[in-house]
C-alpha cells in the first residue's frame, strides 16, 4: 500500500484494520517513516555557502561522492522527532511495572538542580580550582551512599549498574590478587535466579561461574552456598532482594560462609529500593554492591539516561577503589587521576575517562536531600506496600510460585493459572497494551515458569493501583472464561501488531537500503 507521496505505508498494519486509512495513520496516531525514506538528499534546512575552493590535506582520502544524507527543512525535522517522541511510552505517560527496573518518577525538582549552570556547564577538562562546588557535591553524595549503606568507600564512576559491577568485581580481583590468590581463585558463585549481568559480569573478567540453585521457596540457601563453596571460590554474587522480589533471609550467614571461605560478597544492589533507610547491606557482610542510581535514586533511564552505578565498598575493598575520587588536599578539593597520586591506596585502575555522569550525581543528592532519611525509609515502606497491594488484590486469580508469602518491591507471578487456557504469558503481557499498560517483566527471573514480575514503585497513588489490578482482573478473568481471542492477536490497537521478536534480536535489519523505485504505472 501506498501513502500519498507514493511511498508504501506501514507494513500492511493498515490492512489489519476493519476500517483501514488512506495515509495508515490511526486518528492522530501517525506513522513514521525513516529519516531516509522521507529526506531528500537535495535539502537542507540551513543555509550554508558553498564552501571556497581550497586544497585537502587528506592525501587522497578525502570523500569525493556524496555524503548521502537526507535533509529535512525545519518543519519536517521538528515533526518528525515530535513524532517519534510521541510513540516512546514512558514513565511520564503511565504506570510501568517493570520488575527488577524501578520505574519510578523523577522529580522535577531533580532535573532542576541538574540544570543550574554551575553543574549543568561543568566540563571535565576545567582546572580543578573551578569546580569545587562540583567536587563537593560528588564528596556529599559518596557519603550518603556509604552511609546508606553501612560501607567504607565507594567509586562513583561507574555508568550503568552493570558497569558497577565490572568495577566491584574488578576490585575483588585485584583483592585477591594483592594476597597472592590471583592464580588459585578463580570461581564466582552466581544464583540461577541471579540478572543475566552477573554472570557476564564475573566471565568477562576471566573468572569460572558456578550456579548455585535458588530453591522451591524462591531463596538461596547457605547448605548450598557452603557445598559450592572451596579454595578455588573468589566470590558470590548475590541480588537482595532477590529477583524473586524476596528478601534473602539467610543473607548475614552466607556472607560469613564466604568470608570464612576467604572469598568476597558482591551483592547486586539494583533492588536496593525495597530496603533503603531500612537495612545497611554493609550490616548484612556484603563487601562491594553496586546501586542504579538510575533505579532507587530516581534519575531517569533508558532513553533518558544516561544512568550511573556507584560501587561502595568494605573496608577490606577499599584500597582497590578505582580513580578517579575526591580528596582533601592542601588547597581544597582534589580530584586523584592516577594511581601513583592515591597514597597508601593501589586503584585497580579506572573505568571511565573521566569522573562519571555528574548530572546523575546531582539528580540523585537532589532526591536524597528532599527526602532526607525519613522519606527515602517511607519510599522503601510505600514501594513495599505497593507491590503487596498488588499481589493481595490478584491472589485470589494468578498463582505466585513462591506460596503466599509476602514479597518485598515487586511481586512474582507465574503461568500456572494460565494452564489449559490457551493464553501463554507473551499473550496476557501484549494483552495489556491494549489496555493502555506497559507490560510487566516476563518470563524473569528464568527460575519461574512463565514469570510475571510486577513492580508498581512507591511513586504510584492507589487510585492508579485500583485501576492497574482491576484492569489485570478483568483479563485474567477473560484468559479463564476461554476469551482466547483477545490475547492471541493481540495487541489490536498498537501501531505495531506482534513482532518476531527472536528475529529482530537474531538478525537485526542495522542497515538501511533504498527501495526498489516505485513504478507509477503499477497504480
Ligand atoms: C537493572 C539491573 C542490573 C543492571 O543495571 P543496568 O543499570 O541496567 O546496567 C543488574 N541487576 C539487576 C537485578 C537489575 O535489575
Not at 553543574?119 to 559518596?142: C, N, R, Y
Not at 524473586?244 to 536496593?272: K, M, S, T, W
Not at 489490578?469 to 478483568?474: G, N, S, V, Y
Request: hydrophobic share 40%; with cysteine.
Amino acid at each position: 500500500m501506498l501513502n500519498r507521496q507514493g511511498r508504501p505505508t506501514a507494513a500492511g498494519q493498515a490492512s489489519d484494520n476493519a476500517h483501514p486509512t488512506f495515509t495508515g495513520n490511526k486518528a492522530l496516531a501517525q506513522v513514521e517513516p525513516l529519516l531516509f525514506e522521507i529526506g531528500r538528499y537535495e535539502t537542507t534546512g540551513v543555509d550554508i555557502d558553498e564552501p571556497e575552493a581550497f586544497a585537502p590535506r587528506l592525501g587522497g582520502m578525502e570523500r569525493t561522492g556524496e555524503i548521502g544524507l537526507p535533509g529535512l527543512s525545519e518543519p519536517e525535522a521538528m515533526r518528525h522527532y515530535v513524532r517519534l517522541s510521541q510513540k516512546n511510552y514512558g514513565i511520564d505517560s503511565g504506570l510501568f511495572p517493570l520488575g527488577s527496573c524501578t520505574m519510578k518518577h523523577n522529580p522535577r525538582l531533580n532535573e532542576r538542580m541538574a540544570r543550574l549552570p554551575g553543574f549543568g556547564d561543568v566540563h571535565p577538562l576545567q582546572p580543578v580550582s573551578t569546580v569545587q562546588g562540583a567536587l563537593e557535591l560528588m564528596q556529599e553524595l559518596a557519603r550518603y551512599l556509604m552511609t546508606l549503606t553501612g560501607t567504607q568507600a565507594v567509586a562513583l564512576s561507574p555508568k550503568a549498574g552493570a558497569h558497577g559491577e565490572l568495577a566491584g568485581m574488578m576490585a575483588i580481583k585485584a583483592a585477591i590478587e594483592a594476597k597472592g590468590e590471583g592464580a588459585s581463585r578463580r570461581t564466582v558463585l552466581v544464583p540461577d535466579s541471579a540478572h543475566g549481568t552477573n554472570p557476564a559480569t564475573a566471565a568477562l573478567i576471566g573468572f569460572q561461574v558456578k550456579a548455585v540453585p535458588a530453591r522451591e521457596d524462591g531463596w538461596v540457601h547457605v547448605e548450598d552456598v557452603k557445598a559450592a563453596l572451596g579454595p578455588d571460590v573468589a566470590a558470590i554474587m548475590l541480588t537482595n532482594p532477590n529477583t524473586c522480589g524476596l528478601f534473602e533471609p539467610q543473607i548475614v550467614e552466607i556472607a560469613r560462609a564466604l568470608h570464612d571461605a576467604g572469598g568476597y560478597f558482591y551483592c547486586d544492589g539494583a533492588n536496593f529500593n525495597a530496603i533503603v533507610g531500612k537495612a545497611r547491606p554493609g550490616d548484612l557482610g556484603i563487601d562491594a554492591m553496586h546501586i542504579n542510581l538510575h533505579k532507587t535514586f530516581s534519575t531517569p533511564h533508558g532513553g533518558g539516561g544516561p544512568g550511573a552505578g556507584p560501587v561502595v565498598l568494605s573496608e577490606r575493598l577499599a584500597p582497590f577503589a578505582p580513580v578517579p575520587f575526591v580528596r582533601q588536599g592542601a588547597s581544597g578539593l582534589e580530584l586523584v587521576e592516577h594511581a601513583d597520586e592515591a597514597g597508601e591506596a593501589q586503584p585497580f585502575g579506572r573505568v571511565t575517562a573521566f569522573h562519571g555522569q555528574m548530572g546523575m550525581y546531582v539528580r540523585a543528592l537532589s532526591y536524597m536531600l528532599s527526602h532526607g532519611s525519613d522519606g527515602m525509609r517511607r519510599a522503601s515502606e510505600d514501594a513495599v506496600l505497593n507491590a503487596n497491594y498488588i499481589r493481595a488484590g490478584l491472589a485470589d486469580l494468578m498463582s505466585q510460585p513462591f506460596g503466599d508469602k509476602p514479597c518485598m518491591h515487586e511481586v512474582l507471578f507465574d503461568d500456572t493459572w494460565l494452564k489449559d487456557t490457551g493464553v501463554t504469558t507473551l499473550d496476557f503481557a501484549k494483552a495489556m497494551i491494549d489496555e493502555g499498560y506497559h507490560p510487566m517483566t516476563v518470563y524473569f527471573p528464568l527460575v519461574v515458569h512463565g514469570a510475571m514480575l510486577i513492580e508498581p514503585t512507591e511513586s504510584e497513588s492507589k487510585a492508579s493501583l485500583d485501576l492497574f489490578i482491576a484492569t489485570l482482573r478483568d483479563l485474567a478473568m477473560a484468559a479463564k472464561a476461554g476469551d482466547r481471542d483477545r490475547f492471541v492477536g493481540a495487541p489490536y490497537h498498537a501501531p505495531r501488531r506482534r513482532l518476531d521478536e527472536t528475529r529482530a534480536a537474531r538478525s537485526p535489519v542495522l542497515r538501511w537500503t533504498p527501495p526498489a523505485p516505485v513504478q507509477e504505472a503499477a497504480e
